[in-house]
């Protein structure tokens, strides 16, 4: 009898468990038992939510991105020719002004190529004067010849001799000048090939002064024709360079209005203007390059500097506005559940899904444009519940003002 009973209890005993386990689970989540509604169905039990109000305030959307800044123009002076840096004038930090001069190149090469071509241009003045008096002296023979012609005195002969001669040292004459010419055009490359020797500070372009940036040489190094000695740069406007994704690129467009902020100056927000969105993305990183205008007449900012960029692609002053996890996507549709207390008295109040049209996002703000609505909103287990579903709201303060008692008990 006894090992019967065993067996039959091996048998029995799971089965009243499970089925124990399953009421538990039943009435703890499934419907109230012990409300029964019309015709006897059961009520469900509501829905432990928490919810937000509706609110109205001013709104920014606004995008921040991370980079660097530069100078809006920066370049380098370079060697013209090669040669040993004799002297250099300027150092990094220092202020300079269009047309001073930077560095000297040692110049007896070119210097004694200047003279030279001095010295050709000399002779080829001399040879051109003694083909003049040439010239002078054959045409006064050919008026000479030509009185005696007339007088039968000269022969026909003698006088197209003395013709002949004045042609000759016209053509000389003209030669002498197109050497001269010559001349003065290789006196004239000698001398910017000298001019060469001396690095000056020079640019298009606005501005009469310029800050040197870097300094790549040193008095007495050995340069080569390209060579550069010192970057220059244009500290009054600096770029704030930075790189968008495809989510913020349609928001942006050149002559918005940006902050910038660095940590030199922490709390001090320095105005800026976008100046240039790139037209493509980078295959690698599916960035755009993004480019800021930054003012820096007080000369505070420099390049290199770590900066944060905040642009404002949307404002609403009055916007009616819910929580960002208020939101729920249903396919292409966007909607909220509204807390609907328009109910029988005595009944918890009802979920109502209402589709929305959005505008400004502020962080965790986000606009609706429409509809026009009032109330409170579920902004927790939206995923619990439906439409019509019966609630049981509760607030974040109101939880966590719990949380506390509980706490201090």
């Known amino acids: 009898m006894t090992s019967k009973l065993i067996k039959a209890l091996r048998w029995w005993l799971p089965a009243v ?11 703890q989540t499934g419907p109230d038992l012990g409300a029964p509604g019309m015709g006897g169905e059961r009520q ?7 919810t937000a109000s509706l ?32 002297q250099l004038m300027v150092d990094i930090g220092d202020t300079v002004e269009r047309g001073q001069l930077i560095a000297r190149l040692d110049s007896e090469e070119q210097e004694q190529a200047v003279a030279e071509a001095k010295a050709a241009r000399d002779v080829a003045r001399a040879q051109l004067a003694e083909t003049r008096a040439a010239l002078a002296s054959a045409r006064k023979e050919l008026d000479r010849t030509r009185a005696l012609r007339e007088r039968r005195v000269a022969s026909q002969a003698e006088l197209e001799a003395a013709e002949a001669r004045v042609a000759a040292e016209q053509s000389r004459e003209q030669l002498a000048t197109a050497q001269i010419a010559q001349r003065e055009a290789a006196l004239a490359a000698a001398r910017v090939r000298l001019s060469w020797t001396e690095i000056r500070a020079d640019w298009e372009g606005d501005g009469d002064t310029r800050v040197v940036g870097e300094r790549y040489r ?5 340069l080569n024709a390209g060579d550069p000695v010192v970057s220059l740069m ?6 704030a360079v930075g790189f968008v994704t495809e989510r913020d690129y349609a928001h942006l467009h050149p002559g918005q209005s940006a902050r910038l902020a660095v940590d030199v100056y922490p709390g001090e927000p320095f105005p800026a203007t976008v100046a240039r969105l790139a037209p493509r993305f980078s295959p690698g990183s599916r960035q755009a390059r993004l480019e800021l205008a ?12 770590f900066a944060r960029m905040a642009i404002t692609v949307g ?13 729920v996507r249903r396919g292409d549709e966007t909607g909220i559940y509204l807390v609907d207390d328009d109910v029988d008295e005595g009944e918890p109040p009802r979920a109502r899904y209402q589709v929305v049209v959005t505008g400004v996002r502020d962080g965790d703000r986000v606009q609706i444009r429409e509809p026009d609505l009032r109330g409170d ?13 019966p609630l049981r709201p509760e607030r974040l303060t109101d939880v966590l003002a719990r949380h506390d008692e509980d706490q201090e008990g």
Do not use: M
């Open 17 to 27: 468990l499970i089925t124990g386990i399953g009421l538990y689970v039943l009435q």
């Open 44 to 50: 469900p039990r509501p829905v432990a939510v928490e």
């Open 55 to 86: 609110t109205r305030g001013p709104l920014q959307d606004v995008r921040r991105f991370t980079g660097s800044l530069e100078a809006a123009n920066e370049f380098d002076l370079a060697a013209r020719t090669g040669g040993r840096l004799r």
């Open 218 to 222: 040193d008095e007495g190094a050995s």
């Open 234 to 239: 244009d500290t009054r406007t600096l770029r």
């Open 294 to 305: 930054v003012p820096n007449p007080n000369d505070r900012l420099r390049p290199g500097l």
């Open 315 to 327: 404002e609403a002053e009055d916007a009616l506005w819910v929580p960002r996890d208020a939101l």
């Open 377 to 389: 909103v579920v902004t927790l287990g939206q995923h619990l519940i439906q439409d019509g579903s």
